[in-house]
Structures are given as structure tokens and as C-alpha cells.
């Protein structure tokens, strides 16, 4: 069988196991770029996560990133890549939240990785992830006051009188 045909077979496999677990929690599922991507609320996303890795054994963690999105309702986002060992398959898990309320549960008790991938969200995008053993910022200094990988966060600093913009074409 070719390895297209198997790997369609695993993503058809982990979409029917999650549609029938989560149903309508299960915001969405779409290959993007040849990986598998599933949306869900995050009020299940740890349930998702915790899934995923015991029944399915996707049991590697392979990044945590932040995303945001200014203008839509659910401004902030993360991103989970998942990779099963075992099984040679990767899937990505996405979750969205309001800017206002930019929190998420931690996946440090699923994956102790996740400590520090965790803690880069918070400190470049301020997503907090609840219940995480030491959440600060991992980068930026500690009263730093911004998010600076938000789109929102200006790239230069205006108060500067030191630089000449005719030198940058500007």
C-alpha cells in the first residue's frame, strides 16, 4: 500500500475517533499543508490533548505556538503539534480565544515539555496557561509591559530621536 494511502487511513482514523468523542467541540478538521488540523474549543482542548495522547498515542509534543489574529472575536490563538511515534504521524491541534480572556489549561501534566513552550506563549503573546508550575516570562524582562509577537505591538519605538529615517528610505 503506498504511504499516502496509509497515512489518509491514520487521519481518517484520528478524525473519526475525535469527531465521535468531542461532536460539536470539534470545531473543524482539515489537512493543511499535508498535516492533519482539528479546531476545538478550548474548554476541551485539554480533554482533546489528554485524548490524543492516551488513546491514540500521539505521545510527542512537538511545539506549542501562539497566533494572533487582530479583528476577529477570537483574537489569540495556540497551535499543538502532535507527532506519534509509533505510528510515523503528525497532526496539528488549534484552539482560539478572546482577547480578553486569554487563557488556556496547561498541558504541563501531559507533557513536561510543554513547560517551556507554554511559558514563551505567555510571554510573547500573553496566553495564560492555568494550573502551569511557574508561568513567567521566559524571554522579555519580568515588568516587561507588552506582548511583543502580538500584531498590535509597534516595531520601532517612537520615542526614539537618536535615529535619521532619511537614511532608511523613509
Not at 490533548?49 to 501562539?66: M, R, V, W, Y
Not at 505510528?87 to 482560539?96: C, D, E, L, P, S
Request: include cysteine; charge should be negative; glycine fraction near 6%.
Amino acid at each position: 500500500m503506498p504511504a499516502f494511502a496509509i497515512k489518509a487511513d491514520r487521519d481518517q482514523l484520528v478524525t473519526d475517533r475525535l469527531t465521535a468523542a468531542f461532536g460539536a467541540d470539534l470545531l473543524s478538521h482539515e489537512r493543511l499543508y499535508d498535516v492533519m488540523c482539528f479546531t476545538v474549543v478550548k474548554e476541551r482542548v485539554h480533554e482533546l490533548l489528554a485524548f490524543l495522547k492516551n488513546e491514540l498515542d500521539f505521545g510527542f509534543l512537538t511545539s506549542i505556538c501562539g497566533m494572533h489574529h487582530p479583528g476577529e472575536a477570537l483574537e489569540l490563538g495556540l497551535v499543538y503539534h502532535l507527532h506519534s511515534m509509533h505510528n510515523g504521524h503528525r497532526i496539528r491541534v488549534k484552539t482560539y480565544m478572546a482577547l480578553k480572556d486569554p487563557q488556556v489549561p496547561t498541558a504541563t501534566d501531559l507533557w513536561a515539555g510543554a513547560n517551556w513552550m507554554e511559558r514563551e506563549a505567555w510571554d510573547f503573546f500573553g496566553i495564560k496557561a492555568v494550573g502551569h508550575p511557574n508561568l513567567k516570562r521566559i524571554l522579555n524582562m519580568e515588568d516587561f509591559p507588552a506582548f511583543p509577537m502580538r500584531k498590535d505591538y509597534p516595531l520601532e519605538d517612537p520615542t526614539r530621536q537618536d535615529k535619521n529615517d532619511s537614511m532608511f528610505g523613509r
